[in-house]
């Protein structure tokens, strides 16, 4: 056990021994084990948004054992999916990486103006497959916000009284704001904060934008001039707002991008502005084995500098 790693177990010094386990489990394992930084394969996608949109660009994607295959080669922290594929593949790769049952999601065949997700394997799914923690998505903004936070707050209960770890995806979203506002640094450091008030052990949010959502909020940051000009200042503000940086976020991948080169950009930003690490799907999975194998080895290079 590394030094580091001590140091963040020891933010969570109200968590049972099974949860901090489970943390130390994701990570100890991988290529950037014992460094603090963690870098997660999520594969939801198929779910989210539907499988030819997700799959298409690489038909191997549709095998669920194509994603443990690039989690275990990479070597990374560990694989983050729903019910079915996990339960395609935890058996044939058992113990090979550290599981993530994705236990909450939302399909895109409804036009909303406000998302919801559906509750859609249990607490017990996760420990028959072995899983370290289980991930749930909130949408700070939606109308149906307040159900999706009493649906975590006893979701998160279970979980940890059994020992697992709770990731959140915290997604802002909805009709109270804007499409911009979804990304503004404003609101995304808000989803941090709400994500850490409710337990969560490590965060996910996506990457910020300097624009600012809130009138409220843009007074507070112009009068106390936070910095939020460069991606690495936006990350470390959000961190701040995770409790200090006492708390583990990690930052989405997004949609696929043909600028590899830009996607780096960002991953150093992160590192630079004393993020954890990134959660990347689409950016990974649509790609062809060997190229994926190589973005993620850029990737985990930077993160280990």
Known sequence: MTERV???????????PGVLTNLARMLNHG???GTGRMVILPV????????????????????????????????????????????AGAADFAGEVPLILKANNHDSLADEADSWQALTASIDDALRLGCVGV?????????????????????????????LAVIVWSYPRGSS???????????????????AQMGANIIKVKLPSDYIEQDAARKVYEKEKIAIGTMAERVKHI?????????????????????????FNDIQAIRDGGGFGSIIGRNTFQRKRND??????????????
């Open 135 to 163: 991930g749930l998505t909130i949408y700070p903004g939606s109308a149906l916000r307040q159900q999706m936070y009493e649906n975590l707050r006893e979701y998160t209960l279970q979980a940890k009284s059994v020992g």
């Open 6 to 16: 001590r140091e963040i177990l020891s933010w969570y010094k109200s968590e049972n």
């Open 239 to 263: 961190t701040q707002c995770a409790f200090g940086g006492k708390r583990i976020v990690i930052f989405s991948g997004g949609a696929k991008s043909d600028d590899d080169q830009a996607v």
């Open 44 to 87: 939801d996608q198929g779910w989210e948004h539907g499988p030819a949109r997700s799959f298409a660009p690489n038909p191997d994607g549709y095998d669920p054992h194509y994603h443990f295959k690039i989690a275990i080669e990479a070597g990374l922290n560990a694989y983050a999916a729903p019910l079915g594929f996990l339960e």
């Open 31 to 33: 290529r950037l084990a």
């Open 177 to 195: 704001l804007s499409k911009k506002g979804e990304t503004a640094i404003d609101v995304a450091g808000y989803a941090a904060q709400i994500a």
């Open 292 to 305: 994926a194998l190589k973005f993620l080895d850029h990737i985990i290079k930077i993160y280990g500098n």
